[in-house]
């Protein structure tokens, strides 16, 4: 050591100081605060300045371990010594042990750590002014691999946040950036350290930080996910917390829920899950400003829904949070019509179409589940109907997308799901215009495709979908556009059978009295007076009904063609008689003893005057092999007396045909025949006895 040197410091003090001992350098350190202290009391602050300068140039940057130790403990010594007077030297004394902070020796970084924690305990808020390099020195101390270290770097950042507390100038803006710059780090010391820092700050009254949530959020969520528990329940208290001071003061919501949506779709249930909790929050507050992030909502809220085995929390806040925003819509409608609903209704049609790929808003990639729930599906066939009734021209525009998924859940197990999506079909398809027929008319060619490439959906369910759209559309319509569609249809078998299930509702369903009403008054007695709107609705079923021989005669006894039904019967003897064509008439006669046909029983006591009736019933019971329906059909026509041959019968009595009619029936007749042909070729090049049919139904009977 120099001579000059030897006039700042003696030279016992700079061998202490040197000293590998740290009892030794102790003893120095506790030297060196005598003399600044002595300096001071003689106001000797160049000579102090000197001390300082020596202590960093030739101790705490030396290439020696133990003079660096040495210069920690002499500089916190110093800052001891000059008490109130530190500030005047402080840009002196914090550089060099910031620097020892990145020390390769852990026993110089823990000095450090103790050094500065002396420094900051007498400087008090004049530390503020090296805050931000304090905070970035901490924030790599407290992940440091010496236990001893990061034990150091704790105890002087809890010096540091008192120190925060008690200043009324803390720079936010600065402790924003520097948090934000850190926020996303994985190491979980540094996530505790920032976390611990953001809590500290919210607690201060004198600190608003609601302005500078927006900036914060995104890291917070990403932190909530950690593994470590204690973090987690850190930041779950310091988001709790941000979320009182937003309901208190609000603050840019529309620029957090964006990262609340972004945060909605995490695997991590407890992210998902505070990240509904504000979004529910946020609708709470300010609903009709965020009205423009509804895709993004919905597109949080329904794959939530599928939780609903278990009942999640999650489940529950997402329920909420979707019922809330459908009441918030459909109390401002004007909302509603400024809308642009295109991402929505991808979102929507996506939720019911699994493994469906969409895109939202911000182009983000998404793909529906392998399995959706059936509180998914409702929920979204819900939001389809409710924009349907608000803003019909704008869903006009996505009736091609919406169609084809809405009919594919028709083949959903259950029947909720299946009724709802009647109900919002039917609602497509109520005819007010041109385009809403051709809407009704694309859904029953969409339900007959869909019934042809499931057998088991048209065997299982066709008489519960087309009962509960009768529920919703007028039978009569439902009725004959199908059969119009289906007379259309080259496959003679499927047509056939789908006729079958069709007769069958027809003669059963309560909910199609009003068309077997029709039909009655159509041919009662085979009178010339009913409308043309009545022949026209008998002509449409007719045309069609002919591909199953026994639901035709069914059809002309409802309609009280009995004088046509005598002669389909007896044109089926021209035709081989298969065993499904007399398992349909057996349920026929079961049907005839049924109230449905109870009209046609009383008209048997006039047998006199329906020579017809009985023909047609002769004719069936003819055909009949003789089982227990033959015996109960001869039982029911023996019980008013008629055991005479029909031709016995005074034909004066029949009520012939009109020539109108009679030429009408004959043509109908031929229809008849040529479909039975058809038949009969398709059975003789398919080899297959399985063809015109009967009630041959396992259906819903």
Partial sequence: MSGTDNTVLPVTVIRGLNDRVYDKRKMAALEVE??????????????????????????????????RKGGLIGLAAAAIALGKDIGLFLSELVPPVLKSFSDVDGRVRYFAC??????????????????????????????????HVKNGAELLDRLIKDIVTESNHFDVDMFVTLVRDRIYSNNEYV????VSWIQLLCSVPDIDLVPYFPLLLDGLFKILSDPNQEIRTMTQQVLNDFLVEIGRKQGDLKTMIKVLLAHSSSSHMATQL?????ILRFLELDGKNLTFCCAGILNAVLPCLSDENNKTENFDTAMKTKQKLLVLLTETPETLQSMNISDM??????????????TDATGREYKSPAMISVTTKMAVLQWILMLHTHVPVKINVHYDTIFPAVIATLSDVNDEVVLFSIKLLSSLCIQHNERDQTNFESFMESLVTLFKEDEKLLEKRCSFI???????????????????????????????????YLNWILLTSTSLLPLRQTLKKYGTREKKSSSKAKASVFNTLYNTWCYDAVST?????????????????????????TEMTLSGLDKLVQLIESPVFSFLRLELVQADCNPSLIRSLAGILMLLPQSDVFHLLRNRLECVGVVR???????????????ARAQEHQKMLDHFNEIQRKHAKDLTSSGSGSGSTGEGTKSDS
């Avoid at 003689?42 to 300082?52: C, G, W």
């Avoid at 996530?191 to 920032?194: E, F, G, S, T, V």
Wanted: charged share 20%.
């Fill in 274 to 278: 505070t990240a509904l909790v504000w």
């Fill in 645 to 659: 041959s029909a031709e016995r019968l005074d034909k004066s009595r029949d009520t012939p045909d009109s020539s």
């Fill in 553 to 577: 005669i069914a059809l002309c006894m409802l309609s009280g063609c009995y004088h046509h039904a005598s002669d389909v019967i007896y044109a089926i003897s021209n035709f081989e008689i």
């Fill in 34 to 67: 005598r003399i600044v202290r002595d300096l001071m009391s003689k106001s000797d602050t160049r000579q102090v300045k000197r001390v300082i300068e020596m202590l960093v140039n030739s101790f705490a940057l030396s290439q020696n371990s133990n003079a």
């Fill in 466 to 500: 087309i009962q509960a759209l009768c529920q919703h559309i007028d039978c009569e319509k439902v009725f004959c556009t199908l059969a119009s569609i289906l007379g259309k249809k080259e496959e003679v078998g499927f047509t056939a059978l789908v006729v079958q």
């Fill in 191 to 194: 996530r505790q350290y920032l």
């Fill in 114 to 147: 103790e050094s500065m924690y002396n420094i900051a305990k007498v400087a008090r808020g004049s530390m503020l002014l090296f805050y931000k390099e304090t905070f970035d020195g901490i924030s790599k101390l407290v992940c440091d691999p010496d236990t």
């Fill in 345 to 358: 209704m991808n979102v929507l049609v996506a939720h019911i179409q699994p493994n469906s790929v969409y």
